[in-house]
T-cell receptor, first 117, second 112 residues
Framework: GAVVSQHPSRVICKSGTSVKIECRSL??????MFWYRQFPKKSLMLMAT?????????EQGVEKDKFLINHASLTLSTLTVTSAHPEDSSFYIC?????????????FGPGTRLTVL | LAKTTQPISMDSYEGQEVNITCSHN???????ITWYQQFPSQGPRFIIQ???TKVTNEVASLFIPADRKSSTLSLPRVSLSDTAVYYC?????????????FGTGTRLLVSP
């Protein structure tokens, strides 16, 4: 299956700082990537759809100025949590969609654990 | 997107067969059913996908009745390493199944 990486895997920051999380599709080009957030013992919640070369599409209730998404190339999407606060502490996961094979499936990254002090 | 309902949790023992049922009463004609597995602090991993009847791969089977309003993920002879959360999702294959909406998932605990 496709390989998706995220960097960093874990980050701790002070309240008020900005944190950038990278998501890379390592073995195929992805025009669309997705960003999810997951709180402890909860399900994944889709935050936004990252579109290469255009603006991201945000889900209802997700602040686009708070969570900046840049998809500058076909293999890289970044999520920047601006002016992070403790309530932004969560597990952030990206995914890429791949079609054309026997299945349509999404491949998920390993996730990034953000802790805001 | 069709909403799914699964049991919150299930318990099993090593070597047993585990069946997790998912309800999706308003599944659309073009929707496929996909199951993902997630271990703690990891991203979900694709397990199996199907449209109707039965699908089997090296790790699981997926049973889908004729009305497609439910589906059952079957894990044969589970081991401790199968302890994870299992998510059932439905989506339109024609639109690329891109926008995934995760339900609560089923937390499976396998004990010795």
């Amino acid at each position: 299956g496709a390989v998706v990486s995220q960097h960093p895997s874990r980050v701790i920051c002070k309240s008020g700082t900005s944190v950038k999380i990278e998501c890379r599709s390592l073995d195929f080009q992805a025009t669309t990537m997705f960003w999810y957030r997951q709180f402890p013992k909860k399900s994944l919640m889709l935050m936004a759809t990252s579109n290469e070369g255009s603006k991201a599409t945000y889900e209802q209730g997700v602040e686009k100025d708070k969570f900046l998404i840049n998809h500058a190339s076909l293999t890289l999407s970044t999520l920047t949590v601006t002016s992070a606060h403790p309530e932004d502490s969560s597990f952030y996961i990206c995914s890429v969609h791949r079609s054309g094979s026997s299945y349509n499936e999404q491949f998920f990254g390993p996730g990034t654990r953000l802790t805001v002090l | 997107l069709a909403k799914t309902t699964q049991p919150i949790s299930m318990d099993s023992y090593e070597g047993q067969e585990v069946n997790i049922t998912c309800s999706h009463n308003n599944i659309a004609t073009n929707d496929y059913i996909t199951w993902y597995q997630q271990f703690p602090s990891q991203g979900p991993r694709f397990i199996i996908q199907g449209y109707k009847t039965k699908v089997t791969n090296e790790v699981a089977s997926l049973f889908i009745p004729a009305d497609r309003k439910s589906s059952t993920l079957s894990l044969p002879r589970v081991s401790l390493s199968d302890t994870a959360v299992y998510y059932c999702l439905v989506g339109d294959m024609n639109t690329g199944f891109q926008k995934l909406v995760f339900g609560t998932g089923t937390r499976l605990l396998v004990s010795p």
